[in-house]
C-alpha cells in the first residue's frame, strides 16, 4: 500500500518561509508526476504546483514567482519551498503522486498557516 509522508507545514509570519517536503515509498508503478495541492475550509483542492520526471513544472497563478517545486528522483520525494507567504496561503497542503495507470496518491494533509 501506497503511503506518502508528509512534513513542513506550520505557523509562519506574512513574510516569511516553509519548505514542505513529501515522500514516495517506490511501488510497483513508475512515478509520472508529483506535487502539492491546497484546500482551504468549504473550498475544493486547488493546485498549487506539480512537477514531473522530465522536471516541466506547472503553477497556480496565485503562487508564482514565490513558491518553487523541486523533485528528487532518486528518494522520490517532492519539495514546495514556500516563499513571501502571506494570509491569503493558509491551507492545508496535500502531497499529489500520480504514477502510471491513472492511479492518483494523497497525502493526509499538513497545516500551513500564515499569520503575525
Known amino acids: 500500500q501506497a503511503q506518502l509522508v508528509e512534513s513542513g507545514g506550520g505557523l509562519v509570519q506574512p513574510g516569511g518561509s516553509l519548505r514542505l517536503s513529501c515522500t514516495a515509498p517506490r511501488g510497483t508503478f513508475t512515478i509520472n508526476s508529483m506535487g502539492w495541492y491546497r484546500q482551504y475550509p468549504g473550498k475544493e483542492r486547488e493546485l498549487v504546483a506539480t512537477?514531473?520526471?522530465?522536471?516541466?513544472?506547472n503553477f497556480a497563478d496565485s503562487v508564482k514567482g514565490r513558491f518553487t517545486i523541486s523533485r528528487d528522483n532518486a528518494k522520490n520525494t517532492v519539495y514546495l519551498q514556500m516563499n513571501s507567504l502571506q494570509p491569503e496561503d493558509t491551507a492545508v497542503y496535500y502531497c499529489?503522486?500520480?504514477?502510471?495507470?491513472?492511479?492518483?496518491?494523497w497525502g493526509k494533509g499538513t497545516l500551513v498557516t500564515v499569520s503575525s
Open positions: 499529489y503522486v500520480r504514477m502510471t495507470y491513472g492511479i492518483d496518491v
Open positions: 512537477i514531473t520526471n522530465s522536471g516541466n513544472t
